[in-house]
């Protein structure tokens, strides 16, 4: 596996495939969500063969549970190796989180308390998953809508201990340091500047939306467009941590693929700006 | 195996029981500003997902009975199975079973969710070629009696209400779904060619047969089963009528014979 994975990626959605291999689609390259392609046959992977073929892929997880108190499933870690052959994705991923426990899969990525245990825990979990796989990995800030008490880190603290301590890199999701900088008051920017500068090897961009019930808190639902405030956060990455392969994610209210090319090529246009101003400066 | 108690686990077995079972314990270890929305968004979040999940999975059945009701018995099911598996797609594997135990389900209800749920393993069941009638029809004449049909994995057979697939077959062609009547059981073949499924409602008799030339029966055996039914020459003929269905419908994916022909 190599690492060289340069511009601007997609997340690959089913409704996405046939258009994926259209010659007017202008991604660098495609996302693919793991656990979609840990089938045995069929559609999914016939498109994922087709997809390869033509585009380089970074594989995501979502399952992980890399912060989770069970054992790390050694079964999955299997099949997440056999489809990274199968793929030979550029890059690897999964989240900063736990996902269950006891047995049981509660499918959503949950808050780890920020504290220096937790760094040991998920750190010693990361290199059993780097030697597993015989790559570096990549763990995602997640968007959290709770902090537990006794948290002894800050975020910006808490993700460069985890890397430090793992040798991991970070897939850096500025839509979730935009909802947790609001959700749990802090200067997002400050949080960038605050984390190690070659640690970040990917970026996500999505948008989110706002509490349907009023409490103010924001939710990372990957339904709409960036917004301007996660739009000027990135401009901000991109001077900080360099030319940094950045995707556009929606997993509802999927639009045509041309309006997210579209909305991609908005991301290379700030990225082009902020790296000339950073130039100049 | 988990690792000795530790502060870490401890709030992450709160949090849980809080999503699976409702238990506000975990409030203490957590700062009080905008508590009971934090949770909320966390416990709201854990039950939508899998509901969606299983409306995704289930699409007909959810159809046939509506918001309400198909969002009661994703919160039981919930309850009742956990998912335990890495992947969502495997959630509602027990789904139509725990339809069938449930009191007050409805006829037809877990009938329909078992016949969705096979379309699905149908779905992303491993590939495999697909023989044809020519293939068949180039085998020497010493080759038939060892002949095997290999048959696809992607192929699933269930004796069910015949109005269940009359169902979803009006559901994909965006036409109001039949009053379902409970009686007649049929035996459905469910498989998938290219990547579309199919089915089919089977002729008396050919699901034993399938089932035989699954299980690893050669091709003179199904003759022989026939012959326990009908006279010689009807026996070879309709032998001969079902393997040319077969083919043409690609349900072989090989056609196996010692020594290979």
């Known amino acids: 596996m190599n690492n060289r994975l340069h511009g601007f990626g997609l997340g690959l ?118 030697d597993a796989l015989g790559t570096q990995f990549l763990v995602e800030n997640v968007s959290s809508y709770l902090r537990f008490a006794g948290d002894t880190l800050d975020e910006a603290q808490f993700l460069s201990a985890v890397v430090a301590e793992s040798g991991c890199a970070l897939l850096l999701d500025v839509n979730n340091v935009y909802v947790n900088s609001r959700n749990h008051g802090y200067d997002p920017v400050a949080l960038l500047d605050a984390l190690p500068a070659g640690s970040v090897k990917q970026i996500h961009l999505a948008g989110h939306s706002i509490d349907a019930l009023g409490s103010g808190l924001l939710v990372d639902t ?57 130039e100049a400066a | 195996m988990n690792a000795p108690a530790s502060a870490l686990f401890e709030r992450q077995a709160a949090l849980q029981r809080w999503l699976m079972h409702g238990e506000a314990g975990v409030a203490a270890q957590l700062p009080a500003e905008r508590r009971d929305a934090r949770l909320r968004i966390y416990a709201d979040a854990y039950r939508l997902r899998l509901a969606d999940v299983l409306a995704h ?63 699905g393993e149908v779905f992303d069941a491993v590939d495999a070629p697909v023989a044809s009638i020519e293939d068949a029809a180039r085998l020497p004449p010493a080759a038939w009696p060892s002949l095997r049909l290999q048959l696809q994995p992607a192929m699933r057979l269930r004796a069910l209400p015949a109005a269940i697939p009359a169902l979803v077959e009006a559901h994909n062609a965006g036409r109001p779904l039949p009053p379902f009547a409970a009686g007649e059981i049929a035996d459905w073949l469910l498989w998938r060619r290219g990547f579309e499924v199919f089915w089919r409602r089977l002729e008396p008799g050919e699901a034993g047969l399938l089932a035989l030339a699954r299980d690893g029966a050669g091709f003179a055996e199904l003759c022989e089963r026939l012959g326990d039914d009908l006279p010689e020459t009807d026996a070879a003929l309709r032998a001969a009528g079902l393997l040319k269905r077969w083919l043409a419908d690609g349900l072989v994916a090989a056609l196996q014979t010692d020594p290979p022909a």
Not at chain 1, 20 to 31: P, Q
Not at chain 1, 61 to 68: A, E, F, Q, R, Y
Not at chain 1, 71 to 84: G, Q
Not at chain 2, 72 to 92: K, M, N, Q, T, W
């Open chain 1, 222 to 278: 990957h339904d709409a467009p960036v917004c301007d405030e996660v739009w000027a956060l990135y401009a901000h990455a991109v001077r900080r941590f360099g030319e940094v392969p950045a995707m556009i994610e929606r997993d509802d209210n999927i639009p045509p693929l041309a309006e997210l090319l579209d909305e991609l090529a908005h991301a290379r246009d700030i990225a082009a700006a902020a790296l000339r101003r950073s």
């Open chain 2, 57 to 119: 999975d289930f699409p007909v059945l959810h159809a046939w009975i509506g918001e309400d009701a198909f969002g009661e018995l994703a919160e039981g099911y919930l309850r009742a199975h956990p998912s335990r598996h890495p992947s969502v797609r495997h959630f509602g594997r027990h789904f139509a079973a725990w339809l069938r135990e449930r009191e007050g389900t409805a006829p037809g209800w877990a009938e329909l969710a078992e016949f969705e749920w096979l379309q």
């Open chain 1, 13 to 130: 959605r089913a409704q996405h495939y046939a258009d994926a291999l259209s010659m007017d689609c202008t991604a660098d390259w495609f996302e693919i969500i793991s656990e979609n392609y840990m089938v045995d046959g069929g559609r999914a992977l016939h498109w994922l063969d087709r997809i390869g073929e033509r585009y380089p892929l970074a594989m995501h997880g979502v399952s992980l549970d890399i912060g989770g108190r069970d054992p790390l499933d050694r079964d999955y870690l299997r099949r997440l190796a056999a489809l990274a052959k199968r793929v030979k994705p550029r890059l690897v991923s999964d989240h900063l989180c736990w996902t269950g426990g006891d047995g049981v899969n509660l499918h959503d990525l949950l808050p780890l308390p920020q504290t220096e245990e937790a760094v040991r825990h998920v750190a010693a979990r990361l290199r059993q998953v780097q």
